[in-house]
């Protein structure tokens, strides 16, 4: 069982797993900060589907981050986590992380004060964040310059705010906006043309590469 709603920080989710069942997450740019039975989890960015397996009933409370955002609220550049999950205790002082434990297991509502803690922590908007999303999809060449950085430049900002570089960081929102039109049930066709690829089988050979199923299983979950 999944839901999820927006958040001042991006997307607050919730998940009961039962044991045994196997997840399937899609790679999407972004931070997770998890609560899991006790537990306080990083996930980082990935760059293809990260399969999981509960071996007992677990439930899951998470606040995604909106791309380019997590790494300045967690305070580690997002290319160091990339695909992995990492205990919040590696990355903080161990006594911040108990405290904030201590307090989650008490909540009635654990996503509260995951979004508080994200609020408190939230800093200025990175402008270089804002040049790459606003830009996907046009020369690299042409961000870096609006953006004042040479491409090199660009490339390790990219890479720290978001886990990799902008030309990765585009296949994978690409992918993920032809799947809200695929499972809004658009021809696959028509998806290909409207996400910017070039036929179907490039979308197709897209979604596969990324996700390790093929588009027309994943437009039904």
Known sequence: M???RPSASGTIWTRTAPAGETGRILPDGCLDLI????????????TTAFVTTSPVETHYTGLRFRPGTGPGILGMPANELRDQRVPLAALWPGAQVRQLTERLAEAPDPA?????LAAARRGAADPVVGAVLSGLGRPVADIAAEAGLSERQ???RSQA?????????????????ALVLARADMPFASVAAHAGYADQAHLSREVRSLTGLPLSELSVW
């Open 112 to 116: 509260v004060l995951l979004e508080d």
């Open 2 to 4: 999944y839901a999820e």
């Open 161 to 177: 705010a978001f886990g990799y570089g902008v030309k990765t960081l585009a296949r994978i929102l690409r992918m993920e906006h």
């Open 154 to 156: 660009l490339h390790r």
């Open 35 to 46: 609560w899991a039975d006790g537990t306080l989890i990083v996930a980082g960015p990935d």
